[in-house]
T-cell receptor, first 115, second 114 residues
């Protein structure tokens, strides 16, 4: 059974701090690792990491995929109150067969950034 | 493009009632899926479809039915609502193109079963 585990489950920091969120996965025919941000509504896409793109960066957010360790981290530097959200990690399989879009999600990390 | 739309936004049911949550997308995506989200449990896959006429079960399919008669629509039916089905339901879609694992989510339906 496919599994994705995130840690920590919750995190409270102050503005300006740097945080690292962790995600480990066990997915049959793994192809990609995705990160989403969720703020009281639908998840919004942040990054997708595959074997051809194991490091992504956008502003203060960056993510790395470690295919050997079957894990990924999401870093947020100089956190702001607007970063407060649930961060979801998901892993998806390869294109073969009928499960190409099937994502397995982790439990999420609740990040709270205080001013 | 409206993207992925869901109706209703909120719904309250009594135990034993049935209802259908609607989901539609206008991006011509082949893949559509339904998730439920409960506190501390992330998103759990209920049912998914890789194209019209093809559906399959996800992690938590019991008590739910789906069908996919068109590419655009993927309704989720609750056959006989139970309090354990109180949750937020998200519909999502993705394509077979580049970045196909990226799923686009609808705004969600918050369901309460009394």
């Amino acid at each position: 059974e496919d599994k994705v585990v995130q840690s920590p489950l919750s995190l409270v920091v102050h503005e300006g701090d740097t945080v690292t969120l962790n995600c480990s996965y066990e997915v049959t025919n793994f192809r990609s690792l995705l990160w989403y941000k969720q703020e009281k509504k639908a998840p919004t896409f942040l990054f997708m990491l595959t074997s051809s793109g194991i490091e992504k960066k956008s502003g203060r957010l960056s993510s790395i995929l470690d295919k050997k360790e079957l894990s990924s981290i999401l870093n947020i530097t100089a956190t702001q109150t607007g970063d407060s959200a649930i961060y979801l990690c998901a892993a998806g399989p390869n294109a073969g067969g009928t499960s190409y879009g099937k994502l397995t999600f982790g439990q999420g990390t609740i990040l709270t950034v205080h001013p | 493009n409206a993207g992925v739309t869901q109706t209703p936004k909120f719904q309250v049911l009594k135990t034993g009632q049935s209802m259908t949550l609607q989901c539609a997308q206008d991006m011509n995506h082949e893949y559509m899926s339904w998730y439920r989200q409960d506190p501390g449990m992330g998103l759990r896959l209920i049912h998914y479809s890789v194209g019209a006429g093809i559906t399959d079960q996800g992690e938590v399919p019991n008590g739910y039915n789906v069908s996919r008669s068109t590419t655009e629509d993927f309704p989720l039916r609750l056959l006989s609502a139970a309090p354990s089905q109180t949750s937020v339901y998200f519909c999502a879609s993705s394509s077979r193109g580049v970045g196909y694992n990226e799923q686009f989510f609808g705004p969600g339906t918050r369901l309460t079963v009394l």
